[in-house]
T-cell receptor, first 112, second 114 residues
Framework: TQTVSQSDAHVTVFEGDSVELRCNYS??????LSWYIQHHGHGLQFLLK??????VVQGVNGFEAEFSKSDSSFHLRKASVHWSDSAVYFC??????????FGDGTVLTVKP | DPKIIQKPKYLVAVTGSEKILICEQY?????MYWYRQSAKKPLEFMFS???????DNQTASSRFQPQSSKKNHLDLQITALKPDDSATYFC?????????????FGAGTRLSVL
């Protein structure tokens, strides 16, 4: 069974700051790793996905994530956040079943 | 325009009643899913359908029954509702059920059971 851990329930930064949202997973085999964003009152929107190749994956709106097998991590980063990036961010793993297992989510608040 | 339509957006029900959550997708996808997001648990997988056939069911209770009348429809019937069923139910779709495919989510139906 795979698990996903997002250690920070809440992260607050100021507009223009960089941010890193952490995700760690546990699974012994090959997995797909994804990040989704959920704005208040809306469904989840896909940001990016990793399976193999370059461990740094570029996503939409300037987001990127880096896979580390040694750390079992897939942290999400953005160099300069905007107030509209305030949302809940979910990390998810998929063991090639098409079924996503989500973390608890991290609430990102961007202050002006 | 939203490509995955869930109706209604909000739903209030009494304990013991039955409700149907509607989901239609206009992305031309072959696979559809239901996920549940409750206050006490992370977003969790419920069902997956491919070409209108059940592929995976992770819902322990038979009170939850997906219904697929058309390829782009996957409704969720919930019977004998309980307060613990209160959650936001998200419909999703993808081109196929393999992991290479990206999931697209609807806006959700927020169900409150009194």
């Amino acid at each position: 069974t795979q698990t996903v851990s997002q250690s920070d329930a809440h992260v607050t930064v100021f507009e223009g700051d960089s941010v890193e949202l952490r995700c760690n997973y546990s699974y012994g085999g090959s997995i797909y790793l994804s990040w989704y964003i959920q704005h208040h009152g809306h469904g989840l929107q896909f940001l990016l996905k990793y399976y193999s190749g370059n461990p740094v994956v570029q996503g939409v709106n300037g987001f990127e994530a880096e896979f580390s097998k040694s750390d079992s991590s897939f942290h999400l980063r953005k160099a300069s956040v905007h107030w509209s990036d305030s949302a809940v961010y979910f990390c998810a793993v998929d063991t090639n079943t098409g079924k996503l297992t989500f973390g608890d989510g991290t609430v990102l608040t961007v202050k002006p | 325009d939203p490509k995955i339509i869930q109706k209604p957006k909000y739903l209030v029900a009494v304990t013991g009643s039955e409700k149907i959550l509607i989901c239609e997708q206009y992305l031309g996808h072959n696979a559809m899913y239901w996920y549940r997001q409750s206050a006490k648990k992370p977003l969790e997988f419920m069902f997956s359908y491919s070409y209108q056939k059940l592929m995976d069911n992770q819902t322990a209770s038979s009170r939850f029954q997906p219904q697929s009348s058309k390829k782009n429809h996957l409704d969720l019937q919930i019977t004998a509702l309980k307060p613990d069923d209160s959650a936001t139910y998200f419909c999703a779709s993808s081109q196929g059920t393999t992991s290479q495919n990206t999931l697209y989510f609807g806006a959700g139906t927020r169900l409150s059971v009194l």
